[in-house]
């Protein structure tokens, strides 16, 4: 099956024709790549709160922030875990 097209424009912006790849990349050359590649165009969505909290985990406190729309629930839900790297 062929890579859709939007898909390809994405990868096309993230890793532009001649440069190098990430893996080829030192540690913190790799670090600002990747953090130019995610930055969103526009003002972000607006949400009624925005609440840090963190619960344990198996090598110590594990970070997690929840967005609360506004009006009357119940609300949707959805959960995102970052791969790291995976």
Same mark, same amino acid.
């Given at each position: ?11 096309? /912006?993230?890793?532009? #024709? ?7 990349? *030192?540690?913190? &050359?790799? !670090? ?14 607006? /949400?009624?709160?925005? #609440? ?7 090598? *110590?406190?594990? &970070?997690? !922030? ?21």
């Amino acid at each position: 099956m062929p890579l859709d097209e939007d898909v390809k424009q994405i990868l096309a /912006v993230m890793s532009p #024709e001649g440069s190098p790849q990430l893996h080829e990349l *030192g540690v913190e &050359a790799a !670090r600002e790549a990747m953090a130019g590649a995610f930055q969103s165009e526009g003002d972000p969505e607006p /949400v009624a709160r925005v #609440e840090d909290r963190s619960f344990p985990g198996p090598a *110590g406190e594990v &970070a997690i !922030r929840i967005y609360w729309p506004s009006g009357a629930g119940p609300h949707p839900a959805l959960v995102y875990f970052h791969g790291g790297g995976w």
